[in-house]
């Protein structure tokens, strides 16, 4: 148990690095085109700053899934890394279609995954509205930085 909970939360910690510095270079790339974004024409810049913070999003998680996938496949968890990429993502999007399970002796994993998932995505709601809030707010000229 404590082998499972150990190398879950080092594989949490690994994906909050990941979020961290993705949000970072997401981060950098609006404020460097900031200027741009906040001149007319608005709903197409608004569109872009959008569409480039989903793709990043989704960017990060498939970084944070394939993270975990590498782990399953090293610890020789299922036959192939198929199999390991596709539990992650199922677990990590919480989906649970439990056609593939993980074996008794590492089932603590896929709850660690599931949580590691809900939070990462509830970053990403985060990372989006806050570009959304930033933009429109660079458009209005309520803020100038």
Same mark, same amino acid.
């Given at each position: 148990?404590?082998?499972?909970?150990?190398?879950?939360?080092?594989?949490?910690?690994?994906?909050?690095?990941?979020?961290?510095? #993705?949000? $970072?270079? &997401? /981060?950098? =790339?609006?404020? !460097? +085109?900031?200027?741009?974004?906040? *001149?007319?024409?608005?709903?197409?810049?608004?569109?872009?700053?959008?569409?480039? %913070?989903?793709?990043?999003? =989704?960017?990060?998680?498939?970084?944070?899934?394939?993270?975990?996938?590498?782990?399953?496949?090293?610890?020789?968890?299922? @036959?192939?890394? /198929?199999?390991? =990429?596709?539990? #992650?993502?199922?677990?990590?999007?919480?989906?649970?279609?439990? @056609?593939? &399970? &993980?074996?008794? /002796?590492?089932? $603590?994993?896929?709850?660690?995954?599931? %949580?590691?998932?809900?939070? =990462?995505?509830?970053?990403? +709601?985060?990372? $989006?509205?806050?570009?959304? !809030?930033?933009? !429109?707010?660079?458009? *209005?000229?309520?803020?100038?930085?």
């Amino acid at each position: 148990m404590f082998v499972q909970l150990s190398i879950g939360s080092a594989l949490i910690a690994a994906t909050a690095l990941v979020a961290a510095f #993705s949000w $970072l270079g &997401l /981060e950098l =790339i609006l404020i !460097r +085109t900031h200027h741009w974004a906040a *001149r007319p024409p608005f709903v197409l810049k608004l569109a872009f700053a959008l569409s480039l %913070a989903l793709v990043w999003s =989704i960017m990060m998680v498939m970084a944070s899934v394939g993270i975990w996938a590498l782990a399953f496949s090293m610890l020789h968890i299922f @036959d192939n890394f /198929e199999a390991s =990429i596709y539990f #992650s993502l199922v677990a990590f999007t919480t989906l649970g279609f439990g @056609d593939i &399970l &993980l074996p008794l /002796e590492w089932r $603590l994993l896929g709850g660690l995954a599931a %949580a590691n998932g809900l939070l =990462i995505f509830g970053l990403l +709601t985060a990372m $989006l509205v806050e570009t959304l !809030r930033q933009t !429109r707010l660079r458009q *209005r000229g309520v803020i100038n930085k």
